[in-house]
């Protein structure tokens, strides 16, 4: 049973232009969540995370939207560059609360590419 | 500063055989995580050392796995025996502290095993 899920396995958008990456949850237990990028043959690399106190978070280009009602999360790259051409996982963990767990449960990543 | 580092990169071995993954975190780093992923599948929570305390084991699939973290620096990954269905790529992560605190967690750049 998926608790994390990113439906788009591929998004494809023209430079300069605006990237949407979406993930939906399961678990309401989730108060963190984190977006990874990765390149081939490279470990995932941290992007940008939010907790759920937040409905927004934002850093440089890349900005995290949380909608808790809707259990859902979005990453938003403006202007999209052909280096940000990778897979993007997103990621959550129940573990804010004293005793939550450290563990992050990911989802299956979406391949963007940013075409010149 | 050196990153996480993995040993091996790529591994191929029989069904049956054993396999020992290494993982040198980030110096200093405490939290320690193993991670896998299976061909097309999301990554998976394995397991987190604090130090040389395995805090949260509950994602090891079975007793085939046995992780160890022996003086709380270097981790190992054992496989023993082999399996199919282990074939995928093992991820290593370190942290300085819980990430929660805003501390980044560090992936390597996985070791993949291939199990014929």
Known sequence: DQQVKQNSPSLSVQEGRISILNCDYTNSMFDYFLWYKKYPAEGPTFLISISSIKDKNEDGRFTVFLNKSAKHLSLHIVPSQPGDSAVYFCAASDGLDQGGSEKLVFGKGTKLTVNP | ?116
């Open chain 2, 1 to 116: 500063e050196a990153g996480v580092t993995q040993f091996p990169s790529h591994s191929v071995i029989e069904k049956g055989q054993t396999v020992t993954l290494r993982c040198d975190p980030i110096s200093g780093h405490d939290n320690l995580y193993w991670y896998r992923r299976v061909m097309g599948k999301e990554i998976k929570f394995l397991l987190h050392f604090v130090k040389e305390s395995k805090q949260d084991e509950s994602g090891m699939p079975n007793n085939r796995f046995l992780a160890e973290r022996t003086g709380g620096t270097y981790s190992t990954l054992k496989v023993q025996p082999a399996e199919l269905e282990d074939s995928g790529v093992y991820f290593c992560a370190s942290s300085q502290d819980s990430y929660h605190s805003g501390n980044t967690i560090y992936f390597g750049e996985g070791s993949w095993l291939t199990v014929v």
